[in-house]
């Protein structure tokens, strides 16, 4: 069975910093690209950022960009999101999804509950 | 960045009834890299119809997509109970999968 759980969301100050982490089992890690998408109170689904399934090629949106690093580990099955300067705005939810062997043109089949992130001060 | 549009942004139906939701693209979705997203309140979102037409596993065939191009449909021909949530379409053939907006279905 295909699990996803994040972890590493809380209540984080304007300016500060979180790391999110999402740990993965029942498929092999290695072989499917990961994303993160996240959904603000109330909100609609956006698209964060993505990494193809070796790590080679990661996408960003640009809204996020320069804040955002989102990594792999593949000898943890985990995947991350460090995001810096963290926003009010950047107030969602934040889900973990499995991909497909590409990082494009494969659709995402397995989302996790998701872990909240707070910017407030 | 592919900006989809979803219509109606409420479509309020009765049990038994056909629920027609639309997801307009602003440009040419690649070989009809389209899947429509199941989100019911408190949870994640769950794959419902990828590559336009195909159902995920596990989906009953009450639901069918359909469409190319710029112009795709999530049809469900006869709403059950447990079909009354937000309807999501993403495409996925160029970065970043964009979303659109949500359709939600309640009941009426």
């Known amino acids: 069975e295909v699990q996803l759980v994040e972890s590493g969301g809380g209540l984080v100050q304007p300016g500060g910093s979180l790391r999110l982490s999402c740990s993965t089992s029942?498929?092999?890690?290695?072989?499917?690209?990961m994303h993160w998408v996240r959904q603000a109170p109330g909100k609609g689904l956006e698209y964060v950022s993505g990494i193809s399934n070796n790590g080679g090629s990661t996408y960003y949106a640009d809204s996020l960009k320069g804040r955002l690093t989102i990594s792999r580990d593949k000898s943890k099955s985990t995947l991350y999101l460090q995001m810096n300067s963290l926003k009010i705005e950047d107030t969602a939810v934040y889900y973990c999804?499995?991909?497909?062997?590409?990082?494009?043109?494969?659709?995402?089949?397995?989302w996790g509950q998701g872990t909240v992130v707070t910017v407030s001060s | 960045e592919i900006v989809l549009t979803q219509s109606p942004g409420t479509l309020s139906l009765s049990p038994g009834e056909r629920a027609t939701l639309s997801c307009r693209a602003s440009q040419s979705v690649g070989s009809s890299y389209l899947a429509w997203y199941q989100q019911k309140p408190g949870q994640a979102p769950k794959l419902f119809i990828y590559?336009?037409?195909s159902r995920a596993t596990g989906i009953p065939d009450r639901f069918s997509g359909s469409g190319s191009g710029t112009d795709f449909t999530l049809t469900i021909s006869r709403l059950e109970p447990e079909d009354f949530a937000v309807y999501y379409c993403q495409q996925y053939g160029s970065s970043p999968g964009t979303f659109g907006q949500g359709t939600r279905v309640d009941i009426k």
């Open positions: 999804v499995k991909g497909g062997p590409k990082l494009v043109t494969t659709p995402s089949d397995y």
């Open positions: 029942g498929f092999s890690f290695s072989t499917y690209a």
């Open positions: 590559g336009a037409s």
